[in-house]
């Protein structure tokens, strides 16, 4: 398996243009993460689906993030319009939930800048 | 919900020497603690993991030492080698649901 697949990998923009991140997860994972790092803040979960079906958003930092898993094998992070604070990397992470916990395992992430 | 704070955020030790990373956690419902290691521009790795039905795991040269009384635990890496220069991020978690909140880091510097 190619692991959890991110694109781009770098994306730099200007400030007002919308921005989309793709992931796709580990096949035959059912749960998927998007989280963002920053050196001030860490690694925060910005969204968290179950079987497509977002499950806690309560990261999202504001209404300019939105996030789709229109299939198991597919999710996108939207910014619009973008600012130069999104600037960051953004992770996507994939786990087979099953009571148990398992491990979550991370994409190499997009590092986006934001001008 | 659940606060995870991580102790020290930087960490300099000579090679050899043993390193201590220290978490607490503030939901007692919380009963799995993985560690993950984060090499300079990639992405983060599991290389530990304890939950809460045992106090004390080992793999090699790392350690994770759980106290569920005092919601704390730590991550020991012992006979320090400069590849283990990383950040390393503890989490918590409740079996059952995938969500983890994770520590702000800690930056190990190992030097030769």
């Known amino acids: 398996d190619a692991g959890v697949i991110q694109s781009p990998r770098h994306e730099v923009t200007e400030m007002g243009q919308e921005v989309t991140l793709r992931c796709k997860p580990i096949s035959g994972h059912n749960s998927l993460f998007w989280y963002r790092q920053t050196m001030m803040r860490g690694l925060e979960l910005l969204i968290y689906f179950n079987n497509n079906v977002p499950i806690d958003d309560s990261g999202m930092p504001e209404d300019r993030f939105s996030a789709k898993m229109p299939n198991a094998s597919f999710s996108t992070l939207k910014i619009q319009p973008s600012e130069p604070r999104d600037s960051a990397v953004y992770f996507c992470a994939s786990t087979l939930t099953s009571g148990a916990y398992n491990e979550q395992f991370f994409g190499p992430g997009t590092r986006l800048t934001v001008l | 919900g659940e606060n995870v704070e991580q102790h020290p955020s930087t960490l300099s030790v000579q090679e050899g020497d043993s390193a201590v990373i220290k978490c607490t956690y503030s939901d007692s419902a919380s009963n799995y603690f993985p560690w993950y290691k984060q090499e300079l521009g990639k992405r983060p790795q599991l290389i530990i993991d304890i939950r809460s039905n045992v106090g004390e795991k080992k793999d090699q040269r790392i350690a994770v030492t759980l106290n569920k009384t005092a919601k704390h635990f730590s991550l020991h890496i012992t006979e320090t080698q400069p590849e283990d220069s990383a950040v390393y991020f503890c989490?918590?978690?409740?079996?059952?649901?995938?969500?983890?909140?994770f520590g702000k880091g800690t930056m190990l510097l190992v030097s030769p």
């Open positions: 989490a918590a978690s409740s079996e059952g649901y995938s969500t983890l909140t």
